[in-house]
Every structure is written in structure tokens, then in C-alpha cells.
């Protein structure tokens, strides 16, 4: 019966396959009872050690497990060792209490979960990949008050999943196991492979969880350290055919405007965007206090936050979004960006006609309360479809909402801002802002070398006719 431990004296060990052709091509074979047993091993010298412990064992009189194949002692001491998923819940409870920001805590769960799902000794009576993932995302590394309990279905993975969890040792012992979650983490769960920033997340998820393992004693080593593989290369670099230019940015955002009552309401929140580079996040948690609107000539925004949604089930007081501070900033940071007259035009009628909310924000969603973070995508893509050709709508350009931050930036770099003030009103760091904008500077850089050559010539005629 499944789940029963049959223990029996009945032991026979053979003598050790090599099989050339195979990664571990040492495999060490013995029978328990009717049933035949095996474990490969890279090395001659791990597959005698192994074959030397069982007979050790057999010899002292102890039973073995026939489904198994292991000895009893064995067995006593992985029911009591820790598994791959109690470690990895026990970080994933680390990093919650550690870090409150809802938005990491949903990816550090989706990270743990791909991972986990693969650390299995095997697969039979497995649920589907679908229902594992949404039991270990929503229950198993999640540790909200606000949960609802998990329905059977979700509760019968979870057991399942406890019941075939890898043993920590297992990690160190087998790189294979190692591989076999690196795939998993690099793999959508239609089978596709993942975007490339989501890996590279995922790996440094993996990574930490393993490094904690370390610290916690639980492992003596990082095995991630010694195996080979590395995350796919990513391209930071802005695909500038997709940008809209000044003139088509423009024409969107004046597009929203036509839009209906929505549209008109959400024109300004784009003009953000454009105008004042702002994260979508940044615009959403805009108050009318952080605006300074002259009736002539330019104003400024202050950016002390961002509003995001994460869902209710990340966040500590379960509202369905989160009020941080700025990217990679001290929560008590304030960026603030000068704004031409064109955005403080837009965000001026945009508070006489329809004033603010209660806390302030200018933006609100339809039902008010806070701007949702899939209703503004939806009106941009309207807006797409009445400015772009069909060429330019069945392609990614200006394909979200974020393309005018990308246009905005690029723009004022094309204008001859300095690099430092421009990654400064962006919120960049000057290395961010090479990385990603390197054409623009690259452009700007021959109008530089243009003038110095210009300057040197001055300077030589000058010297002959001295």
C-alpha cells in the first residue's frame, strides 16, 4: 500500500555497472526483497564508498525498505531531517519579516515556488503544475493575516509536496538536482522559456535561499557556486526603433484626451510620463500638495513615493496596493523635477475639472480610490490605435505606457541637459542612465567631440597669426 514501510532482511548487492556513455556512469545495484535498486555516481571511488555502506549495513543484521531500497537506520534519519521546502519556507518567512516591501515578497514567492516545484525526489502522484504553483505562491510562501484558508485542492499539493521534498543534504551531493532547479526557474510554466530579467531574478533568489542554508548550518556549502551555468544575457540597452519621438508622443498623449470621460481624466497622468519622466507608480501617488503650477511658465513636481499595485494578499495592512518610497531611494527622498509649461497646463485643468481626491492624489481609478494599475494600459492602447499605422500598432512600438519616461529621458538628453541633471530629475543613478540611454549619449558625444575639434582649430589658427 502506498505510504506503508515494508522492512525485510532480504538483501543481495551486485557488483558496480560502468556505463561510459552516462554523466555518472558508476551505478551501484543491490536488491531488497523482489525489488531491484540502483545509484549512479560520477566516481569510482562514491560508488565503492556507497556499495561498502550498504553491505556494512547488511552485515550488522538491519532491515531494508523495499520501496526504497534504503536502510532502515537511513529512513529514521531523513524522516527527521530537513527537506528543500521547510528551508525554503523558513526564508521565505525570514525575508517577509525582514523586508515589508509586498511587491518583493510576491516575486521572492514566484522565484521559491519554480524552484521548489523542481527539488522533488520524484513525480508520481504529482498535481498539476498549475495547481503546485498557485499552493506555494498563495499559502505555502505567503504569510499575510489577510489570507483566506486555502481550498482541498491547494491544501492536498501542499501535503504532497511535503511528502517528496528533497532532503537539504541531497543538494550538496547532486548537481544534477542543482540543474534540474535552474531549469525550472528558467522556465514559464506553459514551458516557454522565461524572460531573461525574470531568470536572472530567480537565480539570485536561489542563490540567497542557499547562502542562507550556509549561514543556518543546514548546508556546508553554496552548490549553486559550483556549477556550471549562467543566466542568459541581458540587453539593457533601449530599442530606440520602438521610442516614440517628441512629435508622436505629443499626438498620444493628446489622443487620451479624446478618449471619453476616462481618456480626459487619465491625459495629464500621461503627460507625466512624458514631460516630467515619472514611473507609472510615481504619477499614481502625485497629491496636488507636491505641485507647484504658476499660471505662466514652469513649474515643479515633487516625487516623495510611489503607489503600486501587489494585491492584498502582500501587503501588511491588506489594502491592494503599496505606498513605497522612490526607486532605490531612502523612503524619505523627494526628487524634484522642473516641468514645462505644456505639463502644467494639463495638470492645472486637470484639478479644475475634477479636483482631487480625499488624501489629495490627482489621479483616481474610475470607482476612485487608487489609480489601477491595469486601467490606464487599456486606454493607452486605444490611444494607439487612433495615432499609429497598423505597421507601427502590430508592433511593439510605444507599446505601454512607460515608452514616454524612455521618450522624455531621451529627449532631454537629445537637447544637451547634462547627463547628471538628467539622471538626477529621473531618479537614475549616472551609471543607470549610460547603461540604458547609451545611443543618446553617443550622439551627444559627437556634438561634443564636433566642438572641441572646432575649438582646437580656433585655437590653431590663432597661434599663425600670432
Request: hydrophobic share 40%; glycine share 6%.
Amino acid at each position: 500500500m502506498p505510504g506503508v514501510t515494508l522492512l525485510t532482511f532480504e538483501f543481495k548487492m551486485y557488483a558496480i555497472r560502468v556505463r561510459p556513455q552516462y554523466p555518472k556512469p558508476y551505478q551501484v545495484r543491490w536488491k531488497v526483497g523482489p525489488k531491484p535498486h540502483a545509484q549512479s555516481f560520477s566516481t569510482k571511488t562514491l560508488a565503492d564508498g556507497r556499495r561498502s555502506q550498504l553491505m556494512a549495513t547488511a552485515q550488522r543484521g538491519e532491515q531494508f525498505d523495499v520501496e526504497t531500497g534504503r536502510p532502515k537506520s537511513e529512513l529514521v534519519a531523513l524522516k527527521h531531517q530537513l527537506t528543500w521546502f521547510d528551508h525554503a519556507k523558513d526564508y521565505a518567512k525570514m525575508k517577509w519579516d525582514e523586508a515589508a516591501s509586498a511587491k518583493g515578497r510576491a516575486t521572492r514567492a514566484d522565484a521559491l515556488a519554480a524552484i521548489t516545484a523542481a527539488l522533488v525526489k520524484d513525480t508520481k502522484g504529482a498535481p498539476s503544475p498549475t495547481v503546485l504553483r498557485r499552493a506555494l505562491t498563495s499559502y505555502a510562501f505567503n504569510f499575510s493575516e489577510h489570507r483566506t484558508p486555502p481550498p482541498e485542492q491547494l491544501t492536498s499539493a501542499l501535503t504532497w509536496l511535503a511528502a517528496k521534498a528533497l532532503p537539504m543534504p541531497e543538494l550538496e551531493d547532486d548537481s544534477e538536482r542543482i540543474r534540474a532547479a535552474l531549469k525550472a526557474l528558467s522556465t514559464r510554466l506553459n514551458g516557454k522559456r522565461a524572460a531573461a530579467s525574470t531568470i536572472t531574478n530567480r537565480r539570485t533568489v536561489f542563490n540567497n535561499a542557499l547562502r542562507y542554508a550556509v549561514e543556518r548550518k543546514r548546508l556546508t556549502t553554496n552548490p549553486l557556486t559550483s556549477v556550471d551555468w549562467s543566466p542568459p544575457p541581458t540587453d539593457d540597452e533601449i530599442d530606440w526603433r520602438y521610442v516614440p519621438n517628441p512629435r508622436q508622443a505629443r499626438a498620444l498623449i493628446d489622443a487620451v484626451g479624446t478618449l471619453g470621460p476616462r481618456g480626459e481624466h487619465l491625459q495629464a497622468f500621461f503627460g507625466c510620463g512624458y514631460y516630467a519622466a515619472t514611473r507609472p507608480a510615481e504619477a499614481m501617488n502625485l497629491k496636488k500638495g507636491d505641485c507647484t503650477l504658476p499660471e505662466t511658465g514652469w513649474g515643479v513636481v515633487l516625487l516623495s513615493g510611489s503607489s503600486s499595485r501587489v494585491g492584498s494578499a502582500w501587503t501588511d495592512d491588506g489594502k491592494s496596493y503599496e505606498e513605497r518610497g522612490l526607486k532605490r531611494r531612502a523612503r524619505s527622498s523627494v526628487r524634484d523635477v522642473p516641468i514645462p509649461p505644456e505639463l502644467v497646463k494639463l495638470l492645472r485643468s486637470h484639478i479644475d475639472r475634477y479636483g482631487v481626491a480625499p488624501d489629495g492624489r490627482l489621479f483616481r481609478a474610475a470607482q476612485g480610490g487608487v489609480l489601477l494599475s491595469k486601467e490606464y494600459p487599456e486606454v493607452w492602447k486605444e490611444a494607439r490605435k487612433a495615432v499609429l499605422t497598423n505597421e507601427q500598432i502590430a508592433s511593439p512600438f510605444a507599446e505601454v505606457p512607460y515608452c514616454l519616461r524612455k521618450a522624455g529621458i531621451s529627449f532631454w538628453l537629445a537637447s544637451g541637459v547634462d547627463p547628471t541633471e538628467v539622471a538626477r530629475r529621473a531618479g537614475h543613478s549616472v551609471a543607470v542612465l549610460y547603461k540604458f540611454y547609451a545611443k543618446v549619449l553617443d550622439g551627444r558625444r559627437d556634438q561634443a567631440n564636433a566642438l572641441i575639434e572646432r575649438a582646437m582649430r580656433a585655437a590653431e589658427q590663432g597661434s599663425e597669426e600670432a
